[in-house]
Nanobody, 116 residues
Framework: QVQLAESGGGLVQAGGSLRLSCAAS????????MGWYRQAPGKQRDVVAT???????NYADSVKGRFTISRDNAKNTVYLQMNSLKPEDTAVYYC??????????WGQGTQVTVSS
């Protein structure tokens, strides 16, 4: 069974914080690098942050120093801690695996709205 379930989004004021979670099925998560992506209205879906199975992370320049990606391999879950949020962070956030046949699957996404 293929599962990706994002949660934790919501409405927050600029400067606030949110923590997103993505629960994945083991077939997707185990041993794979994972990533968080976002898509704002009228824009393409872009990568926000990635993490390898060993914990090496990479971030888009726009979120460096504000967002932190992490993973709990025992729970097949990847997280995105978002601090100092800005209105331009408003988007639907998705997680997915980076490699393999199952990397084609996306979750339903979670809406993040940052008010000014």
């Amino acid at each position: 069974q293929v599962q990706l379930a994002e949660s934790g989004g919501g409405l927050v004021q600029a400067g606030g914080s949110l923590r997103l979670s993505c629960a994945a099925s083991g077939s997707i998560f185990r041993g794979n690098s994972m990533g968080w992506y976002r898509q704002a209205p009228g824009k393409q879906r872009d990568v926000v942050a990635t993490i390898t199975n060993g914990g090496t992370t990479n971030y888009a320049d726009s979120v460096k120093g504000r967002f932190t990606i992490s993973r709990d391999n025992a729970k097949n879950t990847v997280y995105l801690q978002m601090n100092s949020l800005k209105p331009e962070d408003t988007a639907v956030y998705y997680c997915k695996a980076l490699f393999g046949l199952l990397s084609k699957y996306w979750g339903q996404g979670t809406q993040v709205t940052v008010s000014s």
